[in-house]
């Protein structure tokens, strides 16, 4: 089946402008994660959705980042006023209700570039 | 705060050479351990798990892990490395909450032919 799907694979914008990443979950996962990956750094965990729950927002780094999951499959990370220090590769993934929290499955990623 | 410390970032061996990568957490309760692999140009996949039962455990392409309470530890291994398993290996936690993970920084392996 399709795995983890994500678009677009690359951007560049300018600073300032708001930026939408997409990602589409594989399907009947109820689990969604966003993470950002930094040149050099590890996964820095941004927000996850589970099911109907409330998400949890703890890591995202300021106000102008927000994420929605319509419908409990696609999900939308909206940068607004982006910043060069937003330049990072933004990892979706996801996972099953059965499979537990730790096996994710990943997207390819979207690479953000801030100029 | 709960965290992961993979101490080696870069690693560079030969073909054949015997592997190990360090990986401690700080966490106390019960915890689920993983490895992750990034081939370069690849997604993140998962290698192998630790949930619980035997603590030597086996993944993809002959890697192993054991899990070591007593060390806080999860390193990974692998008795004789190949070129292709150049890549960026991660170790994460699920610490007790089945949520979110917590991910060290990667260790970036380079394999010489």
């Known amino acids: 089946g399709a795995g983890v799907s994500q678009s677009p694979s690359n951007k560049v914008t300018e600073k300032g402008k708001d930026v939408e990443l997409r990602c589409d979950p594989i399907?009947?996962?109820?689990?969604l994660y966003w993470y950002r990956q930094s040149l050099g750094q590890g996964l820095e965990f941004l927000i996850y959705?589970?099911?109907?729950?409330?998400?949890?927002k703890s890591g995202l780094p300021s106000d102008r980042f927000s994420a929605e999951r319509t419908g409990g499959s696609v999900s939308t990370l909206t940068i607004q006023r982006t910043q060069q220090e937003d330049s990072a590769v933004y990892l979706c993934?996801?996972?099953?209700?059965?499979?537990?929290?730790?096996?994710?499955?990943f997207g390819p990623g979207t690479r953000l570039l801030v100029l | 705060a709960q965290s992961v410390s993979q101490h080696n970032h870069h690693v560079i061996l030969s073909e054949a050479a015997s592997l190990e990568l360090g990986c401690n957490y700080s966490?106390?309760?019960?915890?689920?351990l993983f490895w992750y692999v990034q081939y370069p140009g690849q997604h993140l996949q998962l290698l192998l798990k630790?949930?619980?039962?035997d603590p030597l455990v086996k993944g993809i392409k002959g890697f192993e892990a054991e899990f070591i309470k007593s060390k806080f530890s999860f390193n990974l291994r692998k008795p004789s490395v190949q070129w292709s398993d150049t890549a960026e290996y991660f170790c994460?936690?699920?610490?007790?909450?089945?949520?979110?993970?917590?991910w060290g920084l990667g260790t970036s392996l380079a394999v010489n032919p």
């Open positions: 993934a996801s996972s099953s209700p059965t499979g537990g929290a730790g096996t994710q499955y």
């Open positions: 399907s009947g996962h109820t689990a």
């Open positions: 959705f589970q099911g109907n729950s409330a998400p949890d």
């Open positions: 966490y106390g309760g019960t915890v689920n």
């Open positions: 630790y949930f619980s039962g």
């Open positions: 994460a936690v699920d610490a007790g909450n089945n949520r979110k993970l917590i």
